[in-house]
DNA sequence: GAGTGGTCTAGACCACCCG
DNA sequence: GGGTGGTCTAGACCACTCG
């Protein structure tokens, strides 16, 4: 009898093979529940792959599948010729995915609110055309709005997307939701988005929306967003107070 | 006789099944050069992975796994029971990765200047001890250094490593490299790094070191990274000029 | 219905690590 | 030398897309 609760689970009474999910969905969360539930060490060693596979009654390709995905998120870590080991937890993780600002920020109940200052079809002024390989003048959607984070003043948005590309999508509200998750609703693929972040002092427009002196220290981000062919569809640009705001990022060897 | 270039081209003899290569990683830059060179439009669709198989003389997993990789580049993307297409290229890709200054910025013949201000070994503070999973005053390693780009001052880097992971890294030269790629020379495993990014005022030493006015925006970055293994094994504080400097970064779904 | 990618199998051989 | 992960095969069946 091991003293680890690998060998004692009996892993494959508990894999569905009639629904929809895959096994190596099924086998992936498996193993995530057990190392989120603690129960392992830092370091400590996994059952080699061809005892997975015997124990969760499968192919050794198909529990590879499921160990090279909590590789790649950073909560197992693999050695060649040694074995396949638990990575310390705690370390920050999935910061580099496109989230909704509401369904992250507002379920820790922190009070958003969101104020349309404008939502018009305007032409593409050469900074937005260029983002999004449009021709100068083309009409763009423009979706300007201030937030305020517990009644402060966080950061005005200004978000741009082609109007030719979907007319109907002016009648959307863009209110609380970000450009890039409306366009998924109305069935675009989007795929990623390639962000720029700068520290710019606050002109006097910027000062008076957000109740700071002039010249304040704010985080600028220039975001596009792309669909999975490469298709540019929205371009964000972000003027937050820098003392109430931070963007978090993971970077890989 | 297609009228696309895939056809003609005799993939399977350009394979080398004895050299260290796999064979995946071969057909992925075999294909990675095909669409580099822009013989391809954006939105075709690539032979059917059977057909690719085929043309290579290898089994379609092995295909499948080179294709897996340009995918998660964003060179290609999938739609199940339609095929594989060519993405449209020159969307900016792979920041999030840890790369060395030098290695990108010098090569640009930008040049850079670092003036080593201190390296010493000091007991950790509240902020250093809490990043690196150490005891407050443990010791730590130092590295503080002034850099200068076509110069003009353009970032203070502060630079922590536990002193007790290896004493003997006190007395490498962290000036030309990051402490991550001097403990990867020694044998570290570096993995990922989480850093912060803000924007904040300049106080006054950093306003003198960067000659700018008090109060100007600076971008500031906090970096700890990390070993395969989970451990943290150095941060780093870093200020730059908000003129001077910008971070990128790509966002998946 | 034909073509495509998504998943999975049951093996195999190799390179690497360690005691 | 025994155990491990890395790669690869030659199939198979399914789900999905599209004309």
Same mark, same amino acid.
């Given at each position: 009898?091991?003293?680890?609760? +690998?060998?004692?689970?009996?892993?494959?009474?508990?894999?569905?093979?009639?629904?929809?999910?895959?096994?190596?969905?099924?086998?992936?969360?498996?193993?995530?529940?057990?190392?989120?539930? =603690?129960?392992?060490?830092?370091?400590?060693?996994?059952?080699?792959?061809?005892?997975?596979?015997? /124990?969760?009654?499968?192919?050794?390709m198909?529990?590879?599948?499921?160990?090279?995905?909590?590789?790649?998120?950073?909560?197992?870590?693999?050695?060649? !010729? %040694? =074995?396949?080991?638990? %990575? /310390?937890?705690?370390?920050?993780?999935?910061?580099?995915?496109?989230?909704?600002?509401f369904?992250?920020?507002?379920?820790?109940?922190?009070?958003?609110?969101?104020?349309?200052?404008?939502?018009?079809?305007?032409?593409?002024?050469?900074?937005?055309a260029?983002?999004?390989?449009?021709?100068?003048?083309?009409?763009?959607?423009?979706?300007?709005?201030?937030?305020?984070?517990?009644?402060?003043?966080? %950061?005005?948005?200004?978000?741009?997307?082609?109007?030719?590309?979907?007319? !109907?999508?002016l009648?959307?509200?863009?209110r609380?939701?970000?450009? +890039?998750?409306?366009?998924?609703?109305? =069935?675009?693929?989007?795929?990623?988005?390639?962000?720029?972040?700068e520290?710019?002092?606050?002109?006097?427009?910027?000062?008076?929306?957000?109740?700071?002196?002039?010249? %304040?220290?704010?985080?600028?981000?220039h975001?596009?967003?792309?669909?999975?062919?490469?298709?540019?569809?929205?371009?964000?640009?972000?003027?937050?107070?820098?003392?109430?705001?931070?963007?978090?990022?993971?970077?890989?060897?």
């Amino acid at each position: 009898m091991p003293e680890t609760g +690998w060998a004692t689970v009996p892993f494959m009474s508990t894999l569905n093979k009639t629904e929809g999910v895959s096994l190596y969905v099924q086998i992936r969360e498996t193993l995530r529940s057990q190392l989120n539930s =603690g129960d392992f060490e830092t370091g400590q060693k996994l059952p080699a792959e061809d005892e997975l596979a015997a /124990q969760f009654g499968v192919s050794r390709m198909t529990v590879r599948r499921s160990i090279s995905d909590l590789v790649d998120e950073g909560l197992l870590y693999r050695r060649h !010729g %040694a =074995g396949t080991f638990v %990575a /310390q937890p705690h370390v920050e993780r999935d910061h580099n995915r496109l989230t909704n600002f509401f369904d992250t920020e507002q379920a820790r109940e922190i009070d958003v609110e969101v104020q349309l200052l404008h939502q018009e079809v305007v032409p593409a002024r050469l900074l937005v055309a260029n983002a999004l390989a449009l021709q100068e003048t083309e009409p763009v959607i423009r979706i300007h709005t201030l937030r305020r984070v517990d009644g402060i003043p966080t %950061a005005v948005y200004d978000e741009y997307i082609p109007y030719l590309l979907d007319p !109907g999508l002016l009648q959307e509200d863009f209110r609380y939701r970000p450009a +890039w998750q409306v366009l998924e609703s109305a =069935g675009y693929k989007v795929k990623r988005a390639v962000q720029k972040i700068e520290a710019r002092p606050a002109d006097e427009t910027f000062a008076r929306l957000l109740d700071v002196e002039e010249d %304040a220290p704010l985080l600028y981000k220039h975001r596009v967003v792309y669909l999975e062919d490469g298709t540019p569809v929205s371009l964000l640009l972000c003027h937050n107070r820098g003392d109430k705001y931070a963007v978090k990022m993971t970077l890989l060897r």
